[in-house]
């Protein structure tokens, strides 16, 4: 029985964690000793903001799951990797646009896209110009899942109750709840690093683990 060919339509970018290539290893390895071509059958992936423990994957979307998209999917799509980045950003946008919005968590706030796509949002920096446009300092962000972005501004500051709350504090609080989304996602878990939007693209700031002082040299 045949079955239709993939679609340029049906991929979509996948943010998944950087231990995602080693687990496929022993399944790669099969593939090479049963006379495979495994670079071929190799996902295509990509190092995400230096050493924020992220990779950029790619995914085509079935009926029942997402499939990683491997080099030899990707050529069957006709694609070149440049093409295949551009073409799922626009496929995922044409998808969450309509849903796309924000979450005010009082002192921070959540990027709410549906589809598990709020971490593949990192890959839109269109998207946070225009959310941190009155932004005072750099935009701060938190992907302890694939479903879960917080994000805030280095210099925001707020006062409860006749108490000023510091961007330190506001850190703190972010990291500790991502910290315990990231610890409940199990399989799901992705990255324990604090990253920041620059001209130069998305740099790592921290960790979960980190003392939040360096803000005090933003």
């Not at 225009?130 to 925001?156: H, I, Q």
Request: one cysteine or more.
């Amino acid at each position: 029985m045949s079955s239709n060919p993939p679609s340029p339509s049906s991929a979509y970018p996948r943010i998944k964690a950087a231990d995602f290539l080693r687990s496929v290893q022993p399944e790669l390895d099969e593939i090479e000793a049963l006379g495979g071509d495994r670079e071929a059958q190799t996902p295509v992936a990509y190092p995400f903001a230096g050493d924020s423990g992220l990779l950029v994957t790619y995914a085509l979307d079935t009926p029942t799951q997402f499939i990683t998209l491997t080099n030899e999917g990707m050529a069957s799509l006709g694609l070149s990797p440049e093409e295949l980045h551009v073409r799922a950003i626009d496929n995922m946008l044409e998808k969450v646009l309509p849903q796309l919005g924000t979450q005010d968590l009082v002192f921070y706030k959540a990027l709410v896209s549906g589809d598990d796509f709020e971490a593949c949002m990192l890959l839109v920096p269109g998207l946070w110009e225009d959310l941190t446009k009155d932004f005072k300092g750099e935009l701060l962000t938190v992907v302890p899942s694939r479903n879960v972005l917080y994000y805030m501004d280095s210099k925001a500051s707020f006062e409860a109750s006749g108490q000023a709350i510091s961007a330190g504090q506001i850190l703190d609080l972010m990291r500790a709840a991502a910290a315990k989304v990231k610890a409940e996602a199990g399989p799901h878990g992705l990255s324990d690093k604090v990253m920041a939007l620059t001209p130069d693209g998305w740099r790592v700031r921290g960790s979960f683990a980190d003392p939040s002082s360096w803000l005090s040299n933003g």
